[in-house]
């Protein structure tokens, strides 16, 4: 069993910064390709950003390029996601999740972590 746990959501006006961090712990001698996808309210949940179990591939919805990066920290099995040129649309719960097999996809994601909010409002 995985465990997630996100931390870093909060209130930011537009155009300012947030960074979200993800870590994992059970299982952590695996690699995990990770991500993060978010929920705005009365929205599906969507794919945002992930980065491969060795760090070496990383992938975005085209709304966030330029302005998210999602990284791997030093410590296994923690993800990173920097927040840049935040928009209002940008509001919604983000969730990390751990994918435990070696091809890195937008779905199919095995563990999940609780959410954490991120409003972006003036």
């Known amino acids: 069993q995985v465990q997630l746990v996100e931390s870093g959501g909060g209130l930011v006006q537009p155009g300012g910064s947030l960074r979200l961090s993800c870590a994992a712990s059970?299982?952590?001698?695996?690699?995990?390709?990770m991500a993060w996808f978010r929920q705005a309210p009365g929205k599906e949940r969507e794919f945002v950003a992930a980065?491969?179990?060795?760090?070496?591939?990383?992938d975005y919805q085209d709304s966030v390029k330029g302005r998210f990066t999602i990284s791997r920290g030093n410590v296994k099995n923690t993800v990173y996601l920097q927040m840049n040129s935040l928009k209002p649309e940008d509001t919604a719960v983000y969730y990390c999740?751990?994918?435990?097999?070696?091809?890195?996809?937008?779905?199919?994601?095995?563990?999940w972590g609780q959410g954490t909010q991120v409003t972006v409002s003036s």
């Open positions: 059970g299982r952590t001698f695996i690699s995990y390709n």
């Open positions: 980065i491969s179990w060795n760090g070496g591939s990383t």
């Open positions: 999740a751990a994918q435990t097999t070696q091809t890195m996809t937008r779905s199919y994601y095995d563990y």
